[in-house]
């Protein structure tokens, strides 16, 4: 399995662009979380599907986030217009079932966001 | 709102000692607890977990502590490798996360 795959690994762009991040999880798992990484403040659930059916969205930080999960083998986290401060690591995980008390989820390797 | 706290951002130890990582949390509510490990350029993969009926959970070198009174849990590595130098972060009913630790081990 190749695990989850996020994509690109890096994208820069400028102020003002509309940027999208793609997340492929793992076969068979049903929920996807889709994470923000800053210095300040961790690891931030933006979003997460049950089922290609988004079920948490509280945590996207406004309306220039947006997020879709048109099938179950495919995400996509939109932003537009991007802004300097939606500069950080974005995460992507899956699980089989949000709650996972003996293997956790499985994260990509995340796409690093730089606005300028 | 922070929910999940790690209160320390950094840990140094030696090689050979023990490593201990903190965590607090608010929500009495969450059920089961997991510590991830994070190394640059990678994301973050589960380490341990515990459940809130448990308050202790060992898995070789790593033990996590539960004190739900306190709502604080801790993770102990014993003894610390070099390999354990990472970004160590607290989870609270899956979802939940903390700022996360830097733990570095020095030879």
């Known amino acids: 399995d190749a695990g989850v795959i996020q994509s690109p690994r890096h994208e820069v762009t400028e102020m003002g662009q509309e940027v999208t991040l793609r997340c492929k999880p793992i076969s068979g798992h049903n929920s996807l979380f889709w994470y923000r990484q800053t210095m300040m403040r961790g690891l931030e659930l933006l979003i997460y599907f049950n089922n290609n059916v988004p079920i948490d969205d509280s945590g996207m930080p406004e309306d220039r986030f947006s997020a879709k999960m048109p099938n179950a083998s495919f995400s996509t986290l939109k932003i537009q217009p991007s802004e300097p401060r939606d500069s950080a690591v974005y995460f992507c995980?899956?699980?089989?079932?949000?709650?996972?008390?003996?293997?956790?989820?499985?994260f990509g390797s995340g796409t690093r966001l730089t606005v300028v | 709102d922070q929910q999940v706290k790690q209160n320390s951002p950094s840990l140094s130890v030696q090689e050979g000692r023990i490593s201990i990582l903190n965590c607090d949390y608010t929500?009495?509510?969450?059920?089961?607890f997991l510590w991830y490990k994070k190394y640059p350029a990678e994301g973050p993969t589960f380490l341990i977990s515990?459940?809130?009926?448990?308050d202790k959970n060992e898995d070789g070198r790593f033990t996590v502590f539960l004190n739900k009174s306190a709502k604080h849990l801790s993770l102990h590595i014993v003894p610390s490798q070099p390999g354990d130098s990472a970004v160590y972060f607290c989870?609270?009913?899956?979802?939940?996360f903390g700022a996360g630790t830097r733990l570095t081990v020095k030879p």
């Open positions: 989870a609270a009913s899956g979802m939940r």
């Open positions: 995980a899956s699980s089989l079932g949000a709650t996972q008390l003996n293997y956790g989820y499985t």
């Open positions: 929500n009495s509510m969450f059920d089961y």
């Open positions: 515990i459940s809130s009926i448990k």
